[in-house]
């Protein structure tokens, strides 16, 4: 199945809010990204209910702790029929790889990528983590373990799409959150691009919350950005 490009983040505390913002999108033109806060309050039932609505849905829970417990939690969550999951890829290679492996017996078994730095990050923030690489070298880092724990691809900003396509083909994929139109807010996002540049980078997957959900009218706002996708 081919896979929508722009997932819709669905920040929100409740299903009450949720709803409301997901009754304004179309199944057939975006997918939903779930991340910590609404999975925590309304759980795997709500989840579920978006992918019988006929959403694709992108599970964003990070998983990141000791191989076995990311494993059983990778395996709970290919179990809602979403079509893609992540760890942190500095959880290391042999929690990917007891990911991947968690995998290993699933009939249709989602995309499994690995966050590399987060957006909201920039190298200062990276030194403040004792980590003394420029971000371009860390996300090429933490993508070649990625890679090498067979995974399918990973989460990163836009800007590093073109590096990380030239080193490891196109059928490696590339999420990008940190997705922001020309005249939008930057918010907590640090490594921005603009959709369209995003698209001359080769980004497979963009991540947009805050610029759909907070606009005046999402609907609109999501056909416009599909434009300037088909425009480029
Ligand atoms: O590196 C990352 C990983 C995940 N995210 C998530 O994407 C969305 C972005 O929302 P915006 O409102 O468009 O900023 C959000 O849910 C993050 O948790 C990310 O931003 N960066």
Redesign the pocket.
Known sequence: MKLPRIYV?L?YHNRIQADAMVSQLDPQRVGL?V?KELFTTEGPDWVAEQVERGFSVFL?LKFHDIPNTVAKAVAAAARLNVDIINVHASGGLKMMQAAKQALADVEKPPLLIA?TV???MDETDLQGIGIDRSVEQQVLKLAQLAEQAGLDGV?CSAQEAEMLHQRFGNEFKLVT???RPADAQR???KRTLTPSEAVDRGVDYM?????ITQSDNPHQTVLQLLAELDND
């Open positions: 983040a920040d990204k991340g964003d966050v987060l957006t909201s989460v959150p940190g997705i918010d907590d996002q991540v947009i919350g805050r610029p």
